[in-house]
């Protein structure tokens, strides 16, 4: 019997820790339409999915949005160059990168570096070179071109 009561008792709480973490997600939902121009304009490719976004996700675009102005010409070109690359991914796509990017984190700094190496040799080898290292080395080049 007292089991039972502690037992609904912690249920009870728990039910209302999920209800109130979820009342505030909802209150802290940023809509697509709830943002400024500024932050839609940074955020364009994302416009689509942004709804769909995890909270995280979101918070995550709007701190990028946030500094994009401090940030030099180069780099806001490639954050926007990134944005509309992952915009165009399937969740598949979008999965397969993260687990290779995650791979990639827990190398070896040497491995690392090699790995940087050889990509840098790649990006600026000429289109010719570039299809060569990716018919003769598909596990390392990918089979399409990358920029």
């Known amino acids: 019997m007292v089991v039972r009561k502690f037992a609904t008792i912690i249920s009870l709480f728990a039910l209302t820790g999920l209800m109130s973490a979820v009342a505030f997600a909802e209150e802290n939902f940023q809509s ?9 304009k940074v955020l364009a490719p994302l416009s689509e999915d942004w709804d769909a976004l995890r909270p995280w996700q979101r918070e995550r675009m709007l701190d990028i949005a946030r500094d994009y102005s401090k940030m030099s010409t180069e780099r806001q070109a490639r954050v926007q160059k990134r ?12 999965e397969n990168v993260r687990k290779r ?21 790649y990006r600026d080898a000429s289109p010719e070179k570039r299809q060569s290292l990716r018919e003769q080395h598909p596990e390392i080049y990918g089979t399409e071109d990358l920029e």
């Open 83 to 94: 944005l509309s690359n992952w915009s165009r991914m399937t969740p598949f796509e979008r």
């Open 32 to 40: 697509w339409s709830t943002l400024s121009e500024y932050q839609r």
């Open 101 to 121: 990017y995650k791979q990639f984190q827990a190398l070896p700094p040497e491995k690392k570096e090699e790995m940087r190496r050889r990509w840098r040799e």
